[in-house]
T-cell receptor, first 115, second 116 residues
Framework: AQKVTQAQTEISVVEKEDVTLDCVYE???????LFWYKQPPSGELVFLIR??????QNEISGRYSWNFQKSTSSFNFTITASQVVDSAVYFC????????????FGIGTKLQVIP | DGGITQSPKYLFRKEGQNVTLSCEQN?????MYWYRQDPGQGLRLIYY???????QKGDIAEGYSVSREKKESFPLTVTSAQKNPTAFYLC???????????????FGPGTRLTVL
């Protein structure tokens, strides 16, 4: 069985601070994909990034960066110089090989950026 | 613009009534999904469909039903058998290519259902 743990349920930071959202996953499959989604107050989930299990390269996209470490089964997400528009719930998710692409979601981390 | 539409955005239902939530996509995706979101519980899969005229139960299918008569449409009916239907419902779709590829899902704006 697969599991995604987001231990931080809520985080508050002051604007311009850096913040890291943690994600730890569990799976016995060797082939899998990890995702991060953003859910702003409007409700619609927005895809941010996908990383497959064979690619441990970290990725940076503007103020966003992701750190994938298979040794610790973690896929952490860092926002640099946070802005009020970053306030949202962020979900980490996992798909394993085979089947119908069933996604296992974490419970989400609610980020509040205070001006 | 390609995307997923869900209607209505807010829905109120009296206890004991069935209600149908609409989900339409024009992304030409084969796979479609319904999720339920409750505070503090993340997203839970209700039903999914990989192709037209086929669908499978997810983790919490009891009290729900779906149909997939057209590729672009995947309506969800919340029946009176669903014990606690008040929740936020999200529809999603993804490309379903031959062979397995971990494709991202695209989500609609959601429907917030409240049972009075």
């Amino acid at each position: 069985a697969q599991k995604v743990t987001q231990a931080q349920t809520e985080i508050s930071v002051v604007e311009k601070e850096d913040v890291t959202l943690d994600c730890v996953y569990e799976t016995r499959d060797t082939t899998y994909y990890l995702f991060w989604y953003k859910q702003p107050p409007s409700g619609e989930l927005v895809f941010l990034i996908r990383r497959n299990s064979f690619d441990e390269q970290n990725e940076i996209s503007g103020r966003y960066s992701w750190n994938f470490q298979k040794s610790t089964s973690s896929f952490n997400f860092t926002i640099t110089a946070s802005q009020v528009v970053d306030s949202a719930v962020y979900f980490c998710a996992l798909i394993v090989s085979g089947g119908y692409q069933k996604v296992t979601f974490g419970i989400g981390t609610k980020l509040q950026v205070i001006p | 613009d390609g995307g997923i539409t869900q209607s209505p955005k807010y829905l109120f239902r009296k206890e004991g009534q069935n209600v149908t939530l609409s989900c339409e996509q024009n992304l030409n995706h084969d796979a479609m999904y319904w999720y339920r979101q409750d505070p503090g519980q993340g997203l839970r899969l209700i039903y999914y469909s990989q192709i037209v005229n086929d669908f499978q139960k997810g983790d919490i299918a009891e009290g729900y039903s779906v149909s997939r008569e057209k590729k672009e449409s995947f309506p969800l009916t919340v029946t009176s058998a669903q014990k606690n239907p008040t929740a936020f419902y999200l529809c999603a779709s993804s490309i379903q290519q031959g062979g397995w590829v971990g494709n991202e899902q695209f989500f609609g704006p959601g429907t917030r259902l409240t049972v009075l």
